[in-house]
């Protein structure tokens, strides 16, 4: 019980900053799941089976508040699904102790990429719809590595190219149901077809994909009014810091693992 209400908090959180700034909900429950020890693999997919409910609703949200641009959300969400297969390919073929540690370095980039992106000022210009495909693509794949990704890396450089944050925050959260759904279901495929030996784990982390499940949904309908009310700068410095930490924590137990090992 004190995990479920635990992640019901970790995902409800989550799910508000991702609202008010079209990322953070995957790399915060990633940061937190793998700082638990669970391992990457076990970590992405249940952040992603928790994402199929949350990012539906987040995408209502953001549709019935007008803020997505559909000339961008379609190529979007294609090369997103594309670079989410390769991502799952590559996790679940992967021992989770062998890439823990690149997850986590990953992780620390982002949050480094998020204070960055809390720092710099961008000018609002016009996104050729032509460039939201290898963006897709790239959030695609490193979204499914990662736990968490979609939002960090095709938000911020949607932004970071002009686009208005409104429209940038609504269409990424609007195709990232698509993109999430792809991840689930090669999910599903690695473990019926024998290729993910660690899928078993999954079963032991019932309690924390359903805390993030019910924690996500109740934050996820406001999604479309959050990023019209909360300023975006202060919360992007604390996600920044936040990922940063747990990344740090997460360096720290497996230094701590391998020199028990030796």
């Not at 609703?57 to 019935?64: C, N, Q, V």
């Not at 997505?68 to 969400?77: D, I, S």
């Not at 719809?129 to 990662?146: R, T």
């Not at 279901?185 to 290729?195: C, E, P, Q, Y």
């Amino acid at each position: 019980m004190e995990t479920f209400v635990l992640f019901l908090l970790v995902g409800f959180v989550a799910q508000a900053i991702d609202g008010a700034m079209g990322m953070a909900y995957g790399v915060i429950s990633s940061s937190v799941l793998m700082a638990f020890g669970i391992p990457p693999a076990t970590a992405s997919a249940s952040i992603h089976a928790a994402e199929v409910f949350t990012t539906a609703a987040t995408a209502t949200s953001h549709m019935a508040h007008r803020n997505v641009n559909w000339r961008l959300f379609f190529p979007l969400a294609v090369s997103g699904v594309i670079g989410a297969i390769l991502g799952v390919t590559v996790l679940t073929g992967i021992p989770g102790e062998a890439i823990k540690p690149f997850v986590a370095a990953y992780l620390a980039i982002i949050g480094l990429y998020i204070l960055v992106r809390a720092i710099r000022e961008t000018r609002r210009r016009h996104l050729h719809p032509g460039w939201a495909a290898p963006i897709g693509a790239a959030g695609g794949f490193l979204d499914a590595l990662g736990g968490g990704g979609w939002g960090p890396i095709v938000s911020s450089t949607m932004v970071s190219a002009g686009v208005e944050p409104r429209k940038a925050i609504g269409t990424v959260g609007a195709s990232e149901f698509i993109v999430t759904c792809t991840v689930s279901a090669a999910f599903v495929a690695a473990l019926l077809s024998g290729r993910w030996q660690e899928a078993g784990d999954l079963r032991q982390h019932a309690a924390s994909v359903a805390g993030l499940i019910v924690g996500g949904l109740a934050a996820a309908p406001f999604a479309g009014l959050i990023v019209k009310r909360v300023p975006a700068k202060p919360m992007t410095w604390a996600v920044g810091i936040v990922i940063l930490a747990l990344a740090a924590y997460q360096f720290a137990q497996i230094l701590g693992a391998a020199s028990s090992a030796s």
